[in-house]
T-cell receptor, first 115, second 112 residues
């Protein structure tokens, strides 16, 4: 099946710093990607929809200035957690829709720990 | 937005038995219902999906049923094996839009 990668797989940072997470579709072009966060033993919560060439659309309650999303190309979306705090510590997962198969594929996730 | 409820939260079965996980959704406009399997620390993997124009779909030991009127859908796993142990998530979405709203997950434990 199609592959979606994320980088880094894990990151530890100090409170107040910003962290960028990359999501790439490796063998298909994705006009739409999605960002989720998952707390331990909990479900995936949709944060935002990343649209290539336009602004991301955020779910209710998600701060767009806190979680900056850029979808600069058909194979890359980035999520930047700005001024990270310990409560931002979570597992962040992206997904991308393969327009050829109409199937949504998930990345392996990025575990963020904010000290 | 869409609200998806899933139960049970945990399910323990003996190897060879069947397992059933149920989900309900709130938005009658939702028309695509995938099921994902997630092993600890790994990405969710699509195992089966169903669209609203179909009432049932089967793939070997896995089947999904959909009742549009009642707004619920279920995952059925027959002849369970220890490697089926994982967390299973249902989701609902508007197919063309593709925003997934996930259920809370079911931790399935298959005992050898």
């Amino acid at each position: 099946g199609a592959v979606v990668s994320q980088h880094p797989s894990w990151v530890i940072c100090k409170s107040g710093t910003s962290v960028k997470i990359e999501c790439r579709s490796l063998d298909f072009q994705a006009t739409t990607m999605f960002w989720y966060r998952q707390f331990p033993k909990q479900s995936l919560m949709l944060m935002a929809t990343s649209n290539e060439g336009s602004k991301a659309t955020y779910e209710q309650g998600v701060e767009k200035d806190k979680f900056l999303i850029n979808h600069a190309s058909l194979t890359l979306s980035t999520l930047t957690v700005t001024s990270a705090h310990p409560e931002d510590s979570s597992f962040y997962i992206c997904s991308a829709r393969d327009p050829g198969t109409d199937t949504q594929y998930f990345g392996p996730g990025t575990r963020l720990t904010v000290l | 937005g869409e609200n998806v409820e899933q139960h049970p939260s945990t399910l323990s079965v003996q190897e060879g038995d069947s397992a059933v996980i149920k989900c309900t959704y709130s938005d009658s406009a939702s028309n695509y219902f995938p099921w994902y399997k997630q092993e600890l620390g790994k990405r969710p993997q699509l195992i089966i999906d169903i669209r609203s124009n179909v009432g049932e779909k089967k793939d070997q030991r896995i089947a999904v049923t959909l009742n549009k009127t009642a707004k619920h859908f279920s995952l059925h796993i027959t002849e369970t094996q220890p490697e089926d142990s994982a967390v299973y998530f249902c989701a609902a979405s508007l197919y063309n839009f593709n925003k997934f709203y996930f259920g809370s997950g079911t931790k399935l434990n298959v005992k050898p």
